[in-house]
Structure formats: C-alpha cells, structure tokens
C-alpha cells in the first residue's frame, strides 16, 4: 500500500511539474503576443513596461509555488539561446 502511494505521488508531482511546464509556455506565447500588440499600437517604451509588468507577475507566481530559481534558470537559457 505505501509503495502504491509512493508512486501515485510521483506520478502526480511529475504531472504537477508538466503542467506548469505547460503553463509557462502559454504565458510566454501570451506575452510575445502582448508586446507584439502592444509595440504595435503603442511604441517600444509601453511594450516594455507591460512585458516587465508580466514578467514580474509570472515570476510572483512561480516564488509562491517555491519555483523561482527554476524559473530563471529556464529563462536564462532562453535568454542565452
């Protein structure tokens, strides 16, 4: 019975970890395409500061599921792609 539970704790934090895998992809697509808009119809420095403004709310997000320094290991490989 505790070997059952073992792996359905497993199986479910591997999900958990997917599906916010899956989420920060969406995030990331919806911000591309909130700064493309937004530079579109406003400038450069307005796109800046909405993409700073989403950033920060996606990485307040990550600190209160305790994944941060996951978080900006992830984006600084993005950043270094």
Same mark, same amino acid.
Do not use: K
């Given at each position: +019975?505790?070997?059952?539970? $073992?792996?359905?704790?497993? !199986?479910?934090?591997?999900?958990? &970890?997917?599906?916010? &895998?899956?989420?920060?992809?969406?995030? @990331? $697509? +919806?911000?591309?395409?909130? +700064? @493309?808009?937004?530079?579109? @119809?406003?400038?450069?420095?307005?796109? /800046?500061?909405?993409?700073? &403004? !989403?950033?920060?709310?996606?990485?307040?997000?990550?600190?209160? /599921?305790?994944?941060?320094?996951?978080?900006?290991?992830?984006? /600084?490989?993005?950043?270094? /792609?």
């Amino acid at each position: +019975a505790t070997q059952v539970c $073992m792996r359905a704790a497993t !199986i479910l934090a591997f999900l958990h &970890g997917v599906s916010l &895998g899956v989420l920060w992809e969406c995030a @990331s $697509m +919806a911000v591309l395409i909130a +700064a @493309s808009i937004v530079e579109y @119809s406003l400038g450069t420095l307005s796109m /800046a500061v909405v993409f700073v &403004g !989403i950033a920060c709310g996606a990485f307040a997000c990550a600190r209160q /599921a305790q994944l941060a320094r996951p978080l900006l290991s992830i984006l /600084a490989f993005r950043l270094s /792609a």
